[in-house]
């Protein structure tokens, strides 16, 4: 196995290994702000999440869909943190995709031990949406605490 697998593979294994992503994001004013949230993967280049369109991160996503995206564990000792990081552009679901992505999402929370989310748990009148992040740039942090650029 050369460098670049070794890269993805331990990518992917962050990935698959948490439950929670940080996602940064920016309002109109381009005023940061930093929510985590469980989310699923799809093919480790998309990643879905269930919200609220009123809460800070989905309103700001709405006026800006440019993100960032951190995957890590924070029971690791110090000096020891892996994490993977990605740039990208999230949206709430729409309706064409919104079956897929909510089998793939409820899949990987009932694994976890929560629920399968239907269609109208996720559409008006309801509280809560789904969205998607589309990676663009995926780095991983190296054991030298250097970012290193993947494609997972």
Known sequence: MNQIDDSVAHGRAII???LYMVLGTADADGRPWATPVYFAPVDYREFLWVSRPGATHSRNIEARSEISIVIFDSTVPINTGRAVYVSATAAEVGEADRAAAL???SQRAVAH???AFAPEDVQAPAHLRL???VAGDQY???ETDERIPVSL
Do not use: K, V
């Open 16 to 18: 698959d290994a948490n």
């Open 131 to 133: 969205y998607r992040a």
């Open 113 to 115: 031990g929560g629920e």
């Open 140 to 142: 991983i942090l190296s």
């Open 103 to 105: 089998e793939a999402y």
